[in-house]
């Protein structure tokens, strides 16, 4: 059973650095994409970064703070997160998917590691 277990959140004051890491377990395969999720209370999740070969995606409102680096061989993501706002306050997701020969996608979720930046 594939696992991606989260961890590095916490509470940090404003202007403040938080590495969130992600490591898979039981996955006996290489993941198409890997990338980080959140939810604020109250809003819907929304994507924080998405990296695959190809390139990467950013939502506009980290660009220049957080950055993504990630373990191929290892299967794991990390996300170094700069320059926090209270906005960035929420619990973060890692994600990652594969989409097998036959063309079925395969999504997994990690369990939520939860970040709160105080002003």
């Known amino acids: 059973q594939v696992q991606l277990v989260e961890s590095g959140g916490g509470l940090v004051q404003a202007g403040g650095s938080l590495r969130l890491s992600c490591a898979a377990s039981?996955?006996?395969?290489?993941?198409?994409?890997m990338g980080w999720y959140r939810q604020a209370p109250g809003k819907q999740r929304e994507l924080v970064v998405h990296?695959?070969?190809?390139?990467?995606t950013w939502q506009d409102s980290v660009k220049g703070r957080f950055t993504i680096s990630r373990d191929h061989a290892k299967n794991a993501v990390s996300l170094q997160m700069s320059g926090l706002k209270p906005e960035d306050t929420a619990v973060y997701y890692c994600?990652?998917?594969?989409?097998?020969?036959?063309?079925?996608?395969?999504?997994?979720w990690g369990q939520g590691t939860q970040v709160t930046v105080s002003s």
């Open positions: 994600n990652a998917d594969r989409t097998d020969y036959e063309g079925r996608e395969y999504v997994y």
């Open positions: 990296t695959t070969t190809a390139g990467t």
């Open positions: 039981g996955a006996p395969f290489k993941f198409d994409s």
